[in-house]
Structure formats: C-alpha cells, structure tokens
C-alpha cells in the first residue's frame, strides 16, 4: 500500500461561492458514523475555498477527485455552501483496529479572499462497526466499493497456473458456506475482471488504474472508480446498473486462492422517473449481477438521506414513500422536499428550479443457499429536471393605504434582487430604499424559499395616475431585476399594478329660505352619511331633528329652521328685514374635526315694528350676535322708563303709543314718520359724555306713514263718532290744476299746450280740482299759491298768489276767485277751486319776458261740513302760521294727525319753448276706510 501514497500531493480545490454569506465564517465542523460510511459536515463555507487532506503517520495527503473515488471519499458541497464529505470506513487511509474500530483523520483548509489568513482544521472519528456482513457494497457518488470477508473455500488448491487457468468452482456460491478465512501470509498478485470476458491484471497495474485494492485483518476491499474499462452496464429489471464483477488472487508460497468479489450500482438512466411534483427512485429488487443463487430473502430496507438512514416517521414527516414488489424497490420523494434543496436556473429570461436531493437505499439480504448476506448501500444524487417556476406576483396592495404592495416569488434562496426597472429609470435595491421605497426579501422557514416584498407610494413620480369618473386609478409597471447566484445569471420579471380609489366627495350643503325658514339640504358625499350635522352651535339630535323637520333618503338629507329658532343668529335689522344666519357644520364623529362649515344668510321681511292706525306701536328687540353680552331686559326706549313689557334672553318686546315713550314725529313730502330708539339706558349716557362710540346696542324704530299717489286717502267719518277717523285702506286722491281757455271754464289748454305762451296782462283762468272723488263731504281749499322763475317751489325770488287761502293783499293785480257751480263737469262744487291770475313778470325779469314761470299751490282736503270757515276771514287762521293751519285742518281729520303735504309738477309750454311749470300741494288725509271712499 505504501507505493499508493508516492502518488503525492494533488490539489482538490472546491470552490464554495456562496456570496449571500456576508460574515467571516467560524466553520461549524461535526462527524458522524452511519454504518460503514462516515460522514463530515463543514459549514457553511461562506465563500472560501475547501481544502481537504487526510492525515496519515502525521503527514497530510490532499484527496484529489481520482485519489477521492479510489480510496473512498466524496465529497459534495450544496446550495447553502454547506459541504459533506463522505468516507468509507474503510478507506484507503483508516486506522483499522481489527477490523472494528476505523479512525479517519482529515485536516480542513478554508481560503479565500475574504479571509486574511487560511483557516486550518482537523477533525478526526473513530466509528466503530462491526456487524460486517459478509459482503459489503457501497455505491456512492464517484466510486462503487465492495469488501467480502476474506475467506476461501478450505478444499480449494491453488492450480497450477492460477491466473490463465479457469476454475471450476468459481461462480459456485454454495462453495462460499465452507469458506475459511485467508491468513495473512497471502499476498494479492492479481485481478481478474469479468467485463463479463476475463482481464487479467496485475495490482500494480490495477492500483495504477485507480483502483483501490486493501487488505484488511478479515476482509478483501476492492474499490472501483464509476466507470473503467473493466466495469459494464446492464439493464438490471430495466435499471442501468454498473457491473464490476472480479476475481482476487492471493498467492503464498505455491499456493494461490482467488476471491470473488462484484458490485453493481445503478445509473440514473432507467432508475429515476420525474413528474412535476414527485421523484420516483426504482432500484431492482433482485441485482442479479450480485446474486449467484437467483433466491434471495431481503432483511432489511432501510431509507435514509445523505447517508443517514431515516426512520419510517421520520420518512412519513417528509411525506418519502417506500414500496416494494416482485421486481422493483421503489421510492418516491416530492419535489421540494426536506432533505433536498432547490438550485435556481435562467432559462430564455426565464426562472426555472431543479431540485437536488441524496436518498440512501440500505438493503440487507440474504442467500439462504449459500448463507451469506449482502449489505448494500446506495447514495444516488437525484437532481430534477429543469422546472418552469414562473414567479407569483402578489399584489397586497389596499389602495386606502395609498402604497402599492407586491410580493414576488417563491424563488430560490440563491436568487438575489438586483435593480427594479421603472418607466423611466432604473433603481438599484439601495436607490429604491432611499427613495423611500421599502424593499425586504422574505425567506420562508421552511422551504428555504423567498419572496421579494416592494412598497411604493401613491404618491412618487413613478406611479403614474388617471382619473375616471370619480375614481383615481394608479398604476405602476416595473421590472424586478434578478440573479442567479453564484453564476450571475440574470433574469426579470415585469410586474403590472393597479390601483383604484374612490375620490372622496365630502358632502355638499345648500340651502334657502322663505318667509318662514331656512331649508337646508345636505347631500352626501362618497362617505356616505357618515357625520354629525351641527345646526348653530348645537348637535341635531332626534329630538331636534323632528322639531326641525329633519328628512333622510339615503342621498341627501333635510331640514328646516324657522327663522325665530335659537340656532339662528341675528346679524342686523334692517328697515323692512332681519338679517339672519344659521351656521350648519358636519363632523366628522371619528376625528372630531369639520368636514364642512356652510352659512346661510338670510333677510327675513321684519315683523319686528308695528305701527297700528291707533297709535300703538309694537317694536320686537332682537339680541344681535355682535352684542353677545346683551341682556335684551336692560333694553328701554328713548324714554328709559319705558322698558320692554315682555323680555328674554333673545327678544324684548316693547309696547308704546306715539306720543308717549320719547317717540318723535317727522314729515317727510310723502310721509310721515315716527321714531324711537330701543338701547341700553346706560349706554346712552356713556355715549353721550365721551361723544366718541356708537352705541352698542341701538334700534331705531320708525313708523312710516306712507302715502303715495297710488294710496287710497280718503275721508271718514263715523256716524257714532264726532271726530273724522282715519283707518288704512287703499284708494286715490288725486289734484289737478288746469288752465281753461276763458272764464266759462268749459274748455282747457290740454297737456300737450304746455308750456304756453302768454302776455303780460293776459288772465290766466286756473282750476283746481279734487279728481275721482264722489265723497260730497270733502272739500277741497286752496292755501297758498305762489310764482317763481323755475319749477323749485322754494327758489326766489317768489311772488305770492294766494295766502292762507286769500289773494295776496300787496299784489296789485290780485288774484280774482271764481265761484263754482253744478254744471256739465262739475257734479261736487265744493271739490274744484277756480281763479284769475293776470300774467306778469318779475320785476327783474323785465327784459327777458321769455323767461318762464311756474305757479305753486298747496291744497288742503278738508271735512265740507267744517271747512276753513271763511278761509280768508277767520281769525282761526293767523297768518304765517301756515303749517299749523294746514295742520289743524288736516288734523281736523284725523286723529292721526298724519296729513302730509306733497307737491305736484306741471308744465306748460310757451312758444319760445320755455316751460311753465305748475306745481300744487296738497294734502293727505290719512288713511282711508275702504268703505267710504275708493
Ligand atoms: C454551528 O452549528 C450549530 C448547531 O447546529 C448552530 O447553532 C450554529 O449556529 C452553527 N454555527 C455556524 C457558524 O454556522
Ligand atoms: C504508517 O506507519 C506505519 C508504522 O509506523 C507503517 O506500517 C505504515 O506503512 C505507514 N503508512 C504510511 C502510509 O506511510
Ligand atoms: C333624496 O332627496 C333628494 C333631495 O330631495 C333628491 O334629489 C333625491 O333624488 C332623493 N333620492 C332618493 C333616492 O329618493
Ligand atoms: C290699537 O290697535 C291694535 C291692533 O288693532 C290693538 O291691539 C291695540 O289694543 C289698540 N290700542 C288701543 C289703545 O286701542
Ligand atoms: C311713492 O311714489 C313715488 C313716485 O311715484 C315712488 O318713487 C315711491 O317709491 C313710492 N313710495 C312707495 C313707498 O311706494
Ligand atoms: C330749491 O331751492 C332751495 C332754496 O333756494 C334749495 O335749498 C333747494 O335745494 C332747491 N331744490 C332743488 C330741487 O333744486
């Protein structure tokens, strides 16, 4: 044996690429004994580069892949950078101890880049074993071993020429039962193989042919590399198996005996067949190649993985199936099984697995004819055909979350991401996270499988977003980039995402109002009615829902505040309105926050003044929001004893006539007013020694008394009552003035005369008349007329007609009355007024008789009963006192006394175009009952 070690050192570099592992790595190193194999396992590597020597008398000799398969060693490094290494007890370089105790001693050297120095490690095992059974086959991956007790048969005589003569006996089993064992004075010389024709070799030559050949204390080990010359293939029950079959000549002195020893060990061809999902082993029951007798009695099956036998729940745990007919032994193993792995491969840009796994068949049997068993043992690396394994997409994403999640995989844990591709640039794994992308690679437990997990906002440029019809749709394409580790192998995979999210509509509030109430409509938004609604400051709960009108549809909801509610707010009084607001809000119950404010605005026509043909005067005071500190109680008129006779925190109601409570009277030309204040007492006189603010609180009450041309006026008297009465109602008075052509006045100048053109001297004939009146008791009474040179009845200078209802007594043409008489026109004598005016000029208008001149009149309505009384005589009348008169009659008639005076225009024209403009006033009565006079 010793000229087998001269072969020298030999180089068996195993290169371990395994780049995930980052770390430097503390080798885990552990041995164990599995039958007449031992097993080493080094991991994982991390990268660097196995050396592996086996030691002997203290000098260490490197296994080479030849040196591996002829003294019985393998070595196999999986996915995980995990290697194996594999020894036959009985290898080339064991301490055998008897044949019991094997010590196998190996030194370990890892280098690499990453490693600043070679790491060196020594392991050693001693395994005992010692139930031989006679024959021991082991077919591992780079060599087939068999090793038989080394006994010949006792009555077997060397012949002659042992190596060309042809025994007899050999091929007779039955002959092994009286085997006896070859002491060691026999020396091998030579090999025969049977390929099946006999080779005859010498041991040198067969050791040199890498062969290992050993004499142990009991037994003849006889190890061949997988495929020689002198080994064969045959379909074993449609299985390839590899046939070494030889014969061993020993010689001592002159004597020679020869020991049959054979191995078979299966090739894939024909052993394995391969679904998707399973791996089905077969291995022929009866190896015929092995078996001289053709019966045979199996004692044991036993499964195992990477050498190790499993037990049967162990096998059932990993779903491995062992079954067992007339011909065949046969195994199923699911694909992805425990105990194997899965090697990643790129195929056309496409991933693609194999699987990669070791069973161990362990059989025992026996041939009773001859009473000797077999142990056999197989190691069969199966690796599965290349598996389309098109990656998973899974899309997680919730769009609410507004983050597109995709999960891609299952791959193998030797795929690595490398960039994802997007529309318009390219991210590497560090990009993306720096972009704020989140990118993990999730390593299933079990399967040892991964998935690639991405996050992409909504919201990054990447992401490209469309609108469509209420809805957002973001998609994303992009691209994984992945390798293939460790042969770079690159490959992609596109990845398509949508998204769609509704766009949230909040809901919509719209409202109006009429006389009564507001009306507020809500519609709802995407949400649904998922809000509380607010209506002024408080939440509209059932109860105020119902008091409220409140209506719900399912799209929109209503409801209606009355204008007096507490959840309307007073912005101001206005003349004939109220200004008012109700402030709505919908909250969102959740964050507690205003979906929505909406304010409604609205003038509601005032009831708040009234002002009674009677005198009396209601007034409502109302608490402003701008004087939230009001306490409407303190409120008074102008007169501060006169405070409201009803009052709460809103509202102060206020009762008065007008000529009490400090109210005030004003005439206006077409009505007339009355006024009042409602303020705070104390505020007034703040007001009034500082001089500088406004009050805070200030409601000017004015009742108007509002007579219009259209207005019915008309006079009333009531049988029952001595005084003429006033009440509202709707009619017309109406004054004329005309000119009439003579003094007959039958025919007058018609509008479309004026202005006209007249003479100094030349009478004017005028005529006033109460139109459309049918009332026989009213009279109609001329105050006051007068000229100016334009249509202002107050301009100057001014030349007065009549005054007081009498010609002027310095006018030196005076003014000359007419009587009036029923005729053709007249029907009510006391309603028309006529009389002649000379026509003049002022004085210092002599140059200029063109010029133009308007005559002023003011009129009074009087009761016909009791008219002026002699206008021009009495002395009831004093003049310059014109007003009072005029107020006296008026007030003779009302008790109102709410006669207004108002002035009419007329306009003649003269030929020289100017105008002549004829203004009159007369008098309103009052209001007038229907009844009487329409
Ligand atoms: C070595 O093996 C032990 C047990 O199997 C394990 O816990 C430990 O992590 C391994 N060490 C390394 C460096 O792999
Ligand atoms: C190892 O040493 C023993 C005795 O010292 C010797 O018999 C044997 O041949 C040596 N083996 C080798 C491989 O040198
Ligand atoms: C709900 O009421 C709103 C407003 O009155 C109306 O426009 C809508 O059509 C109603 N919807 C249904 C489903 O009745
Ligand atoms: C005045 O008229 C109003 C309304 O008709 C009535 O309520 C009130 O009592 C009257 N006042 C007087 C003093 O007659
Ligand atoms: C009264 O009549 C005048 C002129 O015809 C008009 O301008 C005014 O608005 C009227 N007033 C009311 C209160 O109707
Ligand atoms: C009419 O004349 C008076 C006094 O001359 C003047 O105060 C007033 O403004 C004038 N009115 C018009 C409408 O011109």
Excluded at 534 to 552: H, N, P, R, W
Excluded at 868 to 895: A, H, I, N, W, Y
């Amino acid at each position: 044996m010793g000229r087998l070690f001269g072969l020298g050192w030999f180089i068996l570099l195993i290169a371990a690429v395994y780049i995930e592992a980052q770390k430097k790595p503390s080798i885990n190193i552990s041995s164990k004994c599995l039958g007449n194999v031992m097993r080493v396992d080094v991991g994982p590597l991390g990268g660097n580069f196995l050396e592996v020597a086996v030691v002997v008398n203290d000098s260490a000799i490197l296994l080479t892949p030849s040196l591996a398969s002829q003294c019985g060693f393998s070595i196999k490094i999986n996915q995980m950078g995990n290697a194996m290494i594999y020894a036959s007890l009985q290898n080339c370089f064991a301490q055998n101890v008897g044949d019991k105790a094997f010590t196998t001693t190996l030194t370990l050297r890892l280098h690499g880049n990453r490693m600043a120095e070679d790491e060196l490690y020594q392991v050693a095992e001693t395994c005992q074993y010692a139930a031989w059974a006679s024959r021991e086959i082991v077919c591992d991956r780079n060599y087939m071993e068999v090793s038989v007790k080394r006994a010949a048969p006792d009555d077997y005589a060397l012949p002659e020429n042992p190596v060309q003569g042809t025994n007899p006996k050999f091929g007779d089993p039955r002959r092994a039962a009286e085997k006896q064992t070859i002491d060691a004075g026999f020396r091998i010389t030579t090999i025969m193989f049977y390929i099946p024709v006999e080779k005859v070799m010498g041991v040198t030559e067969a050791q040199r042919s890498g062969y290992g050949i050993a004499n142990t204390p009991s037994r003849l080990v006889l190890r061949s590399p997988k495929t020689t010359p002198e080994t064969y293939t045959q379909n074993v029950a449609g299985v390839h198996m590899t046939v070494l079959k030889t014969s061993t000549v020993f010689e001592k002195k002159w004597l020679a005996t020869q020991i049959d020893a054979a191995a078979a060990c299966p090739i894939l061809e024909g052993s394995v067949s391969f679904t998707p999902n399973t791996i089905t082993w077969y291995l022929p029951r009866h190896i015929d190649p092995l078996i001289s007798s053709g019966q045979l009695q199996l004692l044991e099956v036993h499964i195992g993985v990477d050498g190790q036998r499993l037990d049967p729940a162990e096998m059932a745990a990993r779903q491995y199936s062992l079954s067992i007919n007339d011909v065949h032994i046969i195994i199923q193993i699911p694909v992805g099984a425990v105990g194997g792995y899965f090697k990643s491969h790129v195929q056309d840009d496409h991933y693609h697995t194999s699987y990669t796994i070791e069973p161990m068949l362990e059989l025992l049997w026996t041939e009773d004819s001859i009473h000797e068993d077999t142990r056999y043992k197989v190691l069969f690396p199966i690796t599965t055909p290349l598996l389309s394994r098109p990656p998973q997409v899974i899309d997680n994403t919730v769009p609410e979350q507004r983050m597109f999640k995709v999960l891609l995989g299952p791959f193998g844990s030797d795929v690595a991401l490398m960039n994802i591709s997007f529309p318009y640039e390219v991210l590497s794994v560090a990009d993306c996270i720096a972009r704020g992308f989140t990118v993990l690679e999730h390593m299933s437990p079990n399967s040892s499988s991964k998935v690639f997990m991405l996050e992409v906002p909504f919201t990054d440029p990447v992401v490209s977003q469309t609108r469509d019809m209420g809805y957002t749709v973001y998609s994303l394409h992009l691209t994984f980039g992945l390798l293939v580790l460790p042969e770079f192998a690159p490959f992609s995979h596109p990845v398509y995402l949508e998204a769609k999210l509704v766009d949230i509509v909040p809901p919509s509030v719209s409202g109006g109002c009429d006389y009564q109430n507001f009306y507020v409509l809500v519609q709802y938004g995407t949400q649904g009615a998922n809000f509380q609604t607010i209506v002024g400051k408080q939440l509209l709960t059932s109860d105020l829902a119902e008091q409220y009108s409140f209506m719900e549809n399912g799209t929109h909801l209503s409801f209606a505040v009355p204008f007096s509610s507490p959840d309307v707010v007073f912005e101001a009084i206005e003349s004939s309105s109220v200004k008012t607001r109700l402030d709505v809000a919908l909250l969102n119950p959740e964050t507690n926050k205003n979906i929505k404010e909406f304010s409604l605005a609205c003038n509601f026509p005032s009831t708040l003044i009234e002002c009674f043909p009677n005198g009396t005067m209601t007034a409502l005071a109302v608490k402003l929001e701008s004087v939230p500190s009001l306490n409407p109680g303190q409120l008074t008129l102008r007169d501060p004893t006169c405070g409201p006779s009803y009052s709460d925190d809103r509202y102060a109601y206020f009762v008065f006539t007008g000529n009490s409570c400090g109210t005030t009277r004003k005439f206006f030309p077409n009505m007339m007013l009355y006024a009042n204040e409602i303020s705070l007492p104390d505020e007034l006189e703040k007001i009034r020694e500082s001089n500088t603010e406004d009050p805070e609180y200030e409601l000017k009450i004015a009742c108007y008394y509002d007579i219009n041309t259209t207005h019915a006026v008309a006079f009333h008297t009531r049988p029952r009552r001595s005084e003429p009465y006033a009440e509202n109602a709707k009619g017309e008075l109406q004054v004329a003035m005309r000119l009439a052509v003579d003094d007959s006045y039958s025919v007058f100048h018609r509008a479309e005369d004026y202005p006209l053109a007249k003479y100094l001297q030349q009478p004017l004939y005028f005529e006033m008349e109460l139109m459309r009146s049918t009332n026989p008791r009213v009279s109609l009474e001329l105050e006051n007329c007068w000229a100016t040179l334009n249509s202002n009845r107050t301009s100057k200078p001014r030349w007065n007609l009549i005054i007081d209802g009498c010609a002027n007594p310095v006018d030196p043409y005076q003014v000359l009355f007419h009587p009036v008489w029923v005729d053709a026109r007249v029907q009510y004598p006391s309603h028309f007024k006529r009389f002649e005016v000379q026509m003049f000029a002022f004085a210092e208008d002599q140059d200029n008789l063109n010029r133009q001149l308007f005559v002023h009149c003011d009129v009074v309505i009087c009761d016909a009963r009791n008219p002026l009384g002699g206008v021009c005589s009495g002395p009831v009348f004093k003049p310059g006192k014109r007003d009072e008169r005029s107020k006296t009659c008026c007030c003779r008639c009302t008790q109102l006394r709410t006669c207004v005076c108002r002035t009419h225009n007329y306009r003649l024209r003269n030929p020289n175009k100017q105008f002549l403009r004829v203004h009159t006033w007369y008098c309103f009565l009052g209001k007038i009952p229907v009844e009487v006079e329409v």
